[in-house]
């Protein structure tokens, strides 16, 4: 071979060496960190102002004060939901811990058929509280009588549509109301963010002028997307069907209670047992296990103090009688969804359904840093975590979030060593290495190899 002919061939093998490398950026490129930009319209299509001031806010409906504390602003809040103050508040809600007013006092003042907002309150208790989920006109009654009413309220879609037209026409008038959506549905199962999900942050950016806090959290969700799906890159779950059961849903449910469209195990590549497109709780009836037939059982933490309960019975049968591991898991949905333990869950699912990935040390380390990548002002997201602790073991839990496999045996639950599974793991490709993306390099050094021995035949 001449040198010419040599050239022609380095060339065809870098023109390969670019090919393969192509391939690889194209299928580990991330194009979900792209900017979010300021909404210039709120979820009602009404516009949105200039500029806000934030110094003290309001929040009424579904998720609406855990979207101020995405943005970093729970000092300011001075006016919540009912449903954000009492006791069961704390079901999943990490956002819950950045809060220290007195809720036994405050709580105290609920009473009657409209729970209304009370200026002194803010001074006494440290926060006011109106109808859970809604604003009744006894409520804007409440608010007119405020001498420092809130500057803004962050109100769900589906709240103020339930609004009577007196509180619609007369709320706007003692506060700037911006309304977002309410989002039951947080991402598809690549971890592409939901329509209603990123909505939201638009429209908070602009309310916050925040746009590059908006930007930091959907690069944080990304990021922890890709962490998550590293770690099972390759790697088979070793059962073959899993369950979760008491999924939350508008209040703690028996173990019968389950999601069809369940992120976390999507995320962590683990098949759901109960297989619907629902992505909120629902009932999976007595024969839910006759139809999932699982391998391993989530145990969402809301509804642990039910599992003696009549629905939960035909789980407890199933799992006692084929030694089906228990493993606790953190609620999942409650007062809408719980964005965050979405991704904790996952982690979680993962440290169950794979051995040797990570310690569950780890796996604790992993679901803090999620809390404070969601929450700004969490410095520590062991906050979160001992938030829980201290509700569930108060409110007669059965179990912890302790990372153990139960076994339901005589009626209690017993700690046994780290179950086998019923798949044998994959050992192939552990090293993480996409599948796909070795056969496409696998192709094109063949293609590399016949494209040097044709300039090498035509040199001759």
């Known amino acids: 071979m001449d040198f010419r002919s040599a050239k022609t061939a380095g060339l065809a093998v870098l023109l390969v060496a670019t090919m393969i490398l192509s391939a690889s950026a194209v299928m580990f490129s991330d194009d979900s960190d792209a900017a979010v930009s300021k909404a210039t319209k709120d979820a009602l299509g009404n516009d949105l102002e200039a500029s806000y001031d934030t110094s003290s806010i309001m929040t009424i409906g579904v998720g609406t004060l855990r979207w101020v504390c995405y943005f970093g602003h729970s000092d300011d809040v001075v006016c919540i939901d009912a449903g954000d103050a009492n006791a069961a508040s704390w079901n999943g809600k990490a956002y819950r811990s950045l809060f220290d007013f007195d809720q036994a006092g405050l709580v105290s003042n609920m009473s009657g058929a409209s729970i209304n907002p009370v200026e002194s309150h803010v001074s006494t208790y440290g926060m006011a509280c109106h109808d859970h989920n809604g604003f009744s006109t006894a409520n804007l009654e409440n608010l007119n009588d405020w ?16 609004f009577d037209s007196a509180v619609q026409t007369g709320l706007p008038l003692k506060t700037k109301v911006v309304v977002i959506e309410e989002v039951d549905s947080f991402m598809d ?26 930007d930091q959290l959907a690069s944080f969700i990304s990021s922890t997307v890709s962490d998550i799906k590293s770690l099972v890159s390759g790697k088979t779950a070793k059962f073959s069907a899993a369950y979760v059961g008491s999924a939350s849903n508008a209040g703690a ?15 962590a590549g683990v098949n759901n047992g109960y297989d619907n497109s629902n992505s909120t709780a629902t009932n999976a009836g007595s024969e839910a296990m006759s139809k999932a037939n699982p391998k391993v059982i989530f145990a969402d933490l809301s509804g642990t103090a039910k599992y003696s309960a009549e629905d939960s019975a035909p789980i407890l049968t199933y799992a006692e009688l084929n030694k089906t591991p228990i493993y606790t898991i953190l609620p999942y949905f409650w007062f809408g969804f719980n964005f965050d333990n ?6 979680l699912v993962i440290y ?33 975590l001992t938030g829980f602790d201290t509700y569930y073991s108060g409110a ?59 300039v090498a035949a035509k040199s001759r």
Not at 426 to 450: E, H, K, P, R, T
Request: net charge negative.
């Open 189 to 214: 199962s690549e971890g592409n963010l939901s329509t209603g999900f990123s909505t939201n942050l638009s429209i908070l950016a602009a309310v916050f002028n925040d746009t590059a806090r908006a």
């Open 342 to 347: 979405a991704l904790a869950d996952a982690y």
């Open 352 to 384: 169950a359904c794979y051995d040797g990935v990570m310690t569950f040390e780890q796996c604790q380390s992993k679901i803090k840093a999620v809390y404070e990548g969601f929450f700004p002002e969490m410095s520590d997201g062991q906050t979160a």
């Open 253 to 267: 449910k028996t173990l019968n209670w389950s999601v069809g469209s369940y992120v976390p195990f999507e995320l």
């Open 147 to 162: 001498t420092s009413a809130p500057k803004v309220t962050i109100v769900s879609k589906t709240a103020w549509n339930s």
């Open 396 to 454: 007669g839990s059965h179990l912890t979030l302790d990372g153990k496999a139960y076994n339901y045996e005589n009626s209690a639950f017993k700690a046994v060593d780290r179950p086998a599974g019923n798949v044998t793991p994959s050992s192939a490709n552990d090293g993480g290495l996409d599948i796909g993306l070795i056969a496409i390099a696998g192709v094109v050094i063949i293609i590399a190899v016949a494209a040097v021995a044709m």
